[in-house]
Every structure is written in C-alpha cells, then in structure tokens.
C-alpha cells in the first residue's frame, strides 16, 4: 500500500513495528517486570537479566497493590532462577544497563517508551514479541489495506481460531458458530448467587513481607506515594501459581462463567471469572496455552459426556486470544498518536474523589461499590470498569488521556497498552469509532437490569429530574445533548438523539447536570 493512501496504519514505518528474530539462545536474556513466565525464554538455563526500577513508582502515583504485585512477581521470579539470574535493583533502568558488560538479548517491549528504550540500547538484540497469541507481524499481514475502520475484532477472531485450531470442528467453528456472546448476557440470577466456588488463593510467604516492608519505608521517606489499600495479595505472582489459578478455574469455575460474565453483584465481585489477566499481563502464562487447555478441558468434557457449555469456553477464548491479542495489537497499529484521539471534546479533569477512590464520598451505590472495590483490591472485572467507571467518565466529559491514565494506574492489570485502545477507543469514544460503532454511554436502567447495585440507592433510576434523580439516567441525557452535533452522522445514534426530542424537560434535565459537573454524585 502506497505511503498516505487510505487505511495506511499510522506509524507503520516506525522501526518498533520492524520484524525482529524470534531468538538468540546464546545471549542473556532481559526479561522486563511483564516477561517473567518460561514462554520468554529459548532455553531452560538461558542466563537471565532482571531490573528493578524505583524511579517507576517515583513518576506516577499507583495502586498500593499494584506496586506489590509487580515487586513480588520480579523478586520470585529472581528467587526461582537462582544464579542463572543477574537481578538489579536501581534507580532506572538505565543505570543498570550500564553495570552489565556483556550482549544482551530481550523480546520487544509490550510499550512504546520501553520499545524505544531497548531499540536505541547499544549491544542489545530485540526479538519478536513474545506473550500473545497472534504474533505482530502476522496482525500486520492480516491487517493490511484495511481502513481503521475495518481492523474488526470479529474478523481477527475468527481468522486467529483457524489458524491456531481453536474450539474448531474441521474448518468449522465447534457448535457451528463462532460467536456466542448472546448467551452471556445475564442479568445475576435472582438469589444474587452464581454458581461458582471462589478462585483459588495465593499465599503470601517472606517475598512479600519484604516488598510490603520496602515498600512502607520509600512511601515514609517521601519518596514515593501510592493510592488505594494494601494487600493481602490476591493474584498469582509466580508461573506455578498461575498454573494452578488457571486448573481451579477450568475445573471448577467455567462452567458458570459464561451467562452472567456480564452481570454485576455489590457482594461478589468475582462471579465466575477467572481472575487471570493480571497474571497474563504479568507475562506469566503463555496465552496460547491456556485457550489450548481450555479447549482440551472443553472436548475431554464432551467425550466425559457432561459437556462444558460452549458459550462458557467460547467466551473465556474470545476474551484470551480475541480481545487481548486484538487490544494489543491495534496499540501498535493505531500508533503513537492515537492516545490523544479526543472526538468528543471532553476536557474535565479527573474529580478528586475519584482520584483518591474516595467512595464514601459517592452516593450514588453503583459508583460507590465499584471505587470501593477499586480501592481494595485494584481490580473489578470488564462490565464495572465499562459501564460504571467508563460510563461515568464518558457521560461527565471527563479528559480521556486523564481517564487512560487512571486506569492505568489503578488497576493491577492495567499497562499502557492494555489502557489506551481500551479506554480512549472502546470507553470513551474519542477515536470517533474506530474500535466502537457507538458510544458506550448507557442510563440507571441499564445498571439496574445487571446489577444489585440500585436496590436502596438514594437515586432512583427511573428518574431524571430532582433529588433522587439518578446521574446516570439524567447524565445519559445531557452526554447526548453536549454531543447531538458530533453524533449526528452515526447511524446507531439516530434512534437515541430522536429520543432528545420527546423530552419536555431536557433543558431543566442538561441544567441540572451542568451544575452537578463531576462533583461526587
């Protein structure tokens, strides 16, 4: 495809997007804190380089928890190799290159900084990534002299299944379709239970004593700050425990996952998911073995004649090898600049309380819950973050780069790659709809059908005009009469902005959320 012709991807000629070798066996090997799984290495003795960098926690203020798992996870990972590992703890990454005196090789960085960082290094040979799936070069391939407007999940999906022989039945998808997603689209069951034991724990053993002392004394000397509660540590930090995480869940876990992934419930944040995304942007786990054993573990069931449902497994899949892949793959694609896609116009600032996940402060019960939940674990699964957080973000208009970095920093598994496709395109429509056909704003009744949340809450989601009037349902309104001119042309839209038109008191409804802003709801 010629330069500048439609559908070039932007930053296609950026020599981070270049073809690496896929190995060099013979060097030592830098892992980076999200590349601690075997899968990154060529060999089982392969000499390791690990860093430890304070002076990322230094530049932005994360999760308390989010700092510890990564710690953690680094600091097993050097205890497991012994000394086949070099581990360095420095300031930057930098100063501890400059201590090593001999070729290193690394995979390419899941970031553009850190991709920038180990291209310009001299002595250090860059490979093909590693950690996913689809490899980049074939994304490339797949995705060439398509607009951005076609870089289709779907159509990725689909493609990727074949070639990796996923739940497939010949050329075929398994049960004749490839998408089950209208299966999973529950509200919770009406005795607020699903069917599903809790994920397996991890223990914290003398690791994490230390990460948790050290991490006390930088945060005294002022040299460091972090947002939100300390542990216990939730998720796996090594790749036996994450083996193990993953067994519990495809034994005892997926079979409830499917129906209600989608649903929301104040007293069970876990449902049926399965608690595996930090551990895979940990790099801990190689991806393409765990849809394989979930395939397995769905076609031994089936032979066992108690059949896993399909729609369960096919989900679990398409959220593995479909949405991270494709999530991480149009990070590079969409280029550097896509980060500062603001179609919307959207220019708040992040409230306060939101920042410090102040949810006492908050009235409104599903808000509340989910910076509550944030605030102890620094994790909620895809719907919360979606159609409460996002939502909320959205519909008050809030900066999305400033939201992107929230995100990020909240969230244990929340990486810049990981953040800025999914947020700046999928939440808050600021790239115009590449990712999304429409804007993922939704009213109370949307959180009242898949959630408990609205039960005793001081708003009421049937309303848009007065105290109890509930600022989703009322900032729902006001977001498509701030945008009415900027959707227009979008066809999904039409139906809702005629809805504008009914509405007798969309003026008091826009002036009543004018003046509640992003003051705490």
């Given at each position: 495809?010629?330069?500048?012709?439609?559908?070039?991807?932007?930053?296609?000629?950026?020599?981070?997007?270049?073809?690496?070798?896929?190995?060099?066996?013979?060097?030592?090997?830098?892992?980076?804190?999200?590349?601690?799984?075997?899968?990154?290495?060529?060999?089982?003795?392969?000499?390791?380089?690990?860093?430890?960098?304070?002076?990322?926690?230094?530049?932005?203020?994360?999760?308390?928890?989010?700092?510890?798992?990564?710690?953690?996870?680094?600091?097993?990972?050097a205890a497991e190799l012994g000394d086949q590992a070099v581990f360095l703890q420095t300031d930057t990454y930098a100063e501890a290159l400059d201590r090593v005196r001999e070729p290193l090789s690394v995979c390419a960085p899941t970031t553009w900084p850190a991709r920038d960082l180990v291209l310009r290094r001299p002595g250090v040979t860059v490979l093909e990534a590693r950690g996913f799936v689809t490899r980049q070069a074939d994304f490339r391939r797949w995705a060439e002299g398509r607009s951005r407007q076609r870089l289709l999940m779907d159509d990725f999906y689909r493609v990727a299944r074949r070639v990796h022989d996923v739940l497939m039945d010949g050329a075929e998808p398994a049960g004749g379709t490839w998408n089950l997603d209208h299966d999973n689209r529950q509200p919770p069951p009406a005795d607020g239970r699903v069917d599903a034991p809790p994920p397996w724990w991890p223990v914290e053993d003398e690791i994490d004593e230390q990460v948790r002392a050290d991490l006390d004394a930088w945060e005294a000397a002022g040299d460091v700050s972090f947002v939100g509660d300390d542990g216990p540590r939730l998720f796996p930090v090594t790749h036996a425990g994450t083996q193990a995480r993953l067994e519990d869940f495809l034994t005892h876990r997926l079979r409830a996952f499917g129906p209600h992934e989608d649903a929301m419930l104040s007293g069970d944040p876990w449902l049926a998911h399965s608690m595996l995304s930090?551990?895979?942007?940990?790099?801990?786990?190689?991806?393409?073995?765990?849809?394989?054993?979930?395939?397995?573990?769905?076609?031994?069931?089936?032979?066992?004649?108690?059949?896993?449902?399909?729609?369960?497994?096919?989900?679990?899949?398409?959220?593995?090898?479909?949405?991270?892949?494709?999530?991480?793959?149009?990070?590079?694609?969409?280029?550097?600049?896509?980060?500062?896609?603001?179609?919307?116009?959207?220019?708040?600032?992040?409230?306060?309380?939101?920042?410090?996940?102040?949810?006492?402060?908050?009235?409104?019960?599903?808000?509340?819950?989910?910076?509550?939940?944030?605030r102890e674990r620094g994790w909620v699964h895809h719907i919360p973050r979606l159609m409460v957080l996002g939502n909320y973000a959205l519909q008050r208009g809030i900066e999305p780069l400033a939201i992107t970095d929230w995100f990020h920093r909240?969230?244990?598994?929340?990486?810049?790659?990981?953040?800025?496709?999914?947020?700046?395109?999928?939440?808050?429509?600021?790239?115009?709809?590449?990712?999304?056909?429409?804007?993922?704003?939704?009213?109370?009744?949307?959180?009242?059908?898949?959630?408990?949340?609205?039960?005793?809450?001081?708003?009421?989601?049937?309303?848009?005009?007065?105290?109890?009037?509930?600022?989703?349902?009322?900032?729902?309104?006001?977001?498509?009469?701030?945008?009415?001119?900027?959707?227009?042309?979008?066809?999904?839209?039409?139906?809702?902005?005629a809805g504008l038109g009914r509405l007798k008191d969309l003026d008091a409804v826009v002036e009543q959320e004018r003046l509640r802003g992003t003051d705490s709801p």
């Open positions: 495809m010629a330069a500048g012709a439609e559908g070039d991807l932007a930053g296609s000629g950026d020599p981070a997007l270049a073809d690496f070798p896929a190995q060099a066996p013979d060097t030592r090997r830098w892992c980076f804190a999200d590349q601690l799984g075997p899968h990154f290495l060529d060999a089982p003795d392969q000499p390791v380089l690990l860093v430890e960098s304070r002076g990322v926690f230094r530049r932005r203020r994360f999760h308390r928890q989010k700092a510890h798992l990564l710690l953690s996870a680094l600091r097993h990972r930090a551990s895979l942007n940990l790099g801990l786990v190689d991806p393409a073995d765990v849809v394989h054993r979930a395939d397995a573990a769905w076609r031994e069931s089936v032979a066992a004649g108690d059949p896993l449902p399909l729609n369960s497994v096919e989900g679990f899949v398409r959220q593995v090898m479909g949405w991270r892949d494709w999530i991480w793959h149009l990070y590079w694609q969409l280029g550097r600049d896509y980060r500062h896609g603001n179609a919307l116009e959207a220019h708040e600032e992040v409230p306060g309380w939101m920042g410090e996940l102040e949810a006492e402060a908050v009235g409104a019960n599903c808000l509340s819950s989910v910076l509550s939940d944030v909240m969230f244990l598994d929340g990486y810049d790659w990981v953040m800025v496709a999914n947020v700046v395109g999928m939440s808050q429509h600021a790239d115009g709809g590449v990712l999304a056909t429409k804007p993922y704003a939704a009213g109370g009744a949307y959180i009242d059908r898949m959630s408990d949340y609205c039960g005793g809450c001081r708003y009421d989601p049937k309303k848009r005009i007065g105290e109890d009037a509930c600022p989703f349902t009322a900032g729902y309104w006001a977001f498509l009469e701030r945008n009415r001119e900027r959707l227009a042309d979008n066809r999904r839209m039409r139906q809702p902005l």
